[in-house]
């Protein structure tokens, strides 16, 4: 002990060790008191409240790594300074909570511990929904096990994280913020929550990002989780929803295509709806436009290359490049014959050259050609089929109002129901059937509209033609005529004209 540590005892050595008559005067006065006792004797310093052993006195000095405290009368103690840790160490004249843990009989001290009073104080102020930082000492099957100022704690697994916990290693010799949630003083200990705490934080951190977002401002975010329609991305404890179609310009038919979970992304807010707590989120709105340069690269008339992406009944869409994509319509594959389905012609994969029709900006469209490539059979039609010439053609489909011939691989006139035969003709089929080849006059051509009108009616009629070459269903027509004569009253639109006989082979 120092000659300051003999001082503050107040009492004196004469060759190193305690003068032996001092010492039994001091046993005889303490007799059968304990130390606790000898302080309640004589306390100048408040203690009410007070429990546990827990003693108040007074910083008299510091010396070093002893801080040296005062009880009043002649009670004198020393702290070790280590014992406040991180903490600032106290001030001559302050008070201090500490506990007695025994009396150096031979330095004439009362030997001091603040852990004892720091538990106490925390058991006097302990109460459910308090929160405390515990250091992870264990775990077992149920949970962790946690200390904090002293006390012994608990965490049940599912109180751990906001997320199902697999395993607790990683939680090992950790520090954690906790929520109290329940107090057993009589074993002396508190079950704790890491996850309400969690809950907590996300909670406040929600509410200040809610209010600080706004349309059209990027911001970055975390992948969390992916579903067939999207992403969902936590930008601040807020999650929003990248849609797949706002993933990419691209088509995107699968969202893991472009972002994992756990990816850093920068994106865009779209649309907030802050009564329904939702946000919706793009990706591609922060990447440049690939049709921004489009004008400059592809114009009416221009032969393109592409890959048809998707088919759809009314055409198909093939990209010319990543974000940018064009629409081949079904009647815009085959001159040469009728197309019912796009994939009669191109299918997924393909990769045709094709002929600009239009570029739409505003609407982000382009219209293409995949059967203008080539020559266009409707070019000189009106020198190949004058009009009044006569034509041969086979029957390609028959609609109500009239009958499509084709005369040469791409180019198809129509013989309207009027014009079938000089009688009337109730439907197209009693004359005129699918893959018949006929006969029939040219009566007019529009190029630019790819129509063509022809006329059996007018053929027929001409006197220097001979009917070669007719191969129409008259007989039909001869049977009905053989029925009406046997009528008083001639059915209506009967053949009561010319002698169809001449035209049968």
Request: one cysteine or more; aromatic letters at 4%; a negative charge.
């Given at each position: ?15 190193g060790k305690l003068d032996a008559e ?314 040469e014959k009728r197309i019912k389905h ?105 190029e630019q509209q790819r129509r063509i ?53």
């Amino acid at each position: 002990m120092s000659t300051d540590r003999q001082e503050h005892g107040n009492f004196h050595r004469t060759d190193g060790k305690l003068d032996a008559e001092l010492q039994k005067e001091l046993d005889d006065a303490l007799g059968d008191m304990s130390i606790e006792d000898m302080l309640d004797a004589d306390r100048p310093v408040d203690t009410r409240g007070k429990a546990d052993g827990v003693r108040i006195g007074k910083v008299i000095d510091i010396q070093h790594d002893d801080i040296f405290v005062d009880f009043g009368g002649k009670s004198q103690g020393i702290l070790q300074a280590v014992q406040y840790a991180d903490e600032p160490l106290p001030e001559v004249g302050d008070t201090i909570e500490v506990t007695v843990e025994r009396y150096d009989a031979s330095e004439g001290l009362l030997i001091l511990s603040r852990e004892g009073a720091v538990v106490a104080a925390t058991w006097r102020t302990l109460k459910p929904g308090q929160i405390v930082e515990a250091f992870v000492t264990g775990a077992n099957t149920g949970g962790l096990e946690l200390k904090f100022n002293g006390i012994d704690g608990f965490m049940p697994m599912s109180m751990i994280d906001v997320a199902r916990t697999e395993g607790t290693s990683q939680y090992m010799n950790t520090k954690m913020m906790c929520e109290v949630v329940d107090i057993d003083r009589g074993r002396k200990s508190a079950t704790l929550s890491r996850r309400n705490v969690l809950e907590a934080e996300a909670a406040e951190m929600r509410e200040q990002t809610m209010a600080e977002l706004a349309e059209g401002k990027v911001v970055t975010g975390t992948v969390r989780s992916i579903m067939p329609y999207g992403a969902f991305v936590d930008i601040g404890g807020v999650d929003g929803l990248l849609h797949i179609s706002d993933m990419s310009y691209s088509r995107v038919e699968d969202p893991n295509d472009i972002v994992k979970t756990g990816q850093k992304v920068e994106v865009m807010i779209l649309k907030i709806d802050r009564e329904k707590d939702r946000i919706g989120l793009g990706l591609k709105q922060v990447q440049p436009d690939p049709w921004a340069g489009v004008a400059e690269k592809w114009a009416a008339d221009d032969i393109v290359g592409g890959r048809v992406t998707r088919l759809a009944d009314f055409g198909a869409f093939v990209e010319l490049e990543p974000g940018v994509e064009g629409l081949v319509p079904i009647s815009e594959m085959s001159f040469e014959k009728r197309i019912k389905h796009p994939s009669e012609v191109l299918a997924v994969g393909d990769t045709p050259q094709l002929r600009v029709l239009s570029v739409d900006l505003d609407r982000k469209r382009i219209s293409l050609s995949v059967k203008r490539v080539g020559a266009d059979p409707w070019v000189g039609a009106s020198v190949r089929w004058p009009e009044g010439s006569v034509v041969e053609g086979v029957v390609k489909r028959v609609e109500d109002f009239g009958a499509f011939v084709e005369l040469t691989a791409g180019v198809e006139g129509l013989v309207h129901i009027s014009e079938a035969s000089e009688n009337r003709v109730r439907h197209i089929s009693e004359v005129l059937k699918d893959g018949q080849l006929i006969k029939a006059k040219v009566q007019s051509v529009d190029e630019q509209q790819r129509r063509i009108s022809l006329s059996i009616k007018a053929l027929l009629a001409d006197p220097n033609f001979t009917g070669e070459g007719i191969e129409a269903d008259i007989h039909a027509h001869l049977q009905e005529s053989a029925s009406a004569k046997k009528r008083k009253t001639p059915l209506r639109g009967g053949l009561d004209g010319p002698d169809w006989s001449q035209f049968l082979k």
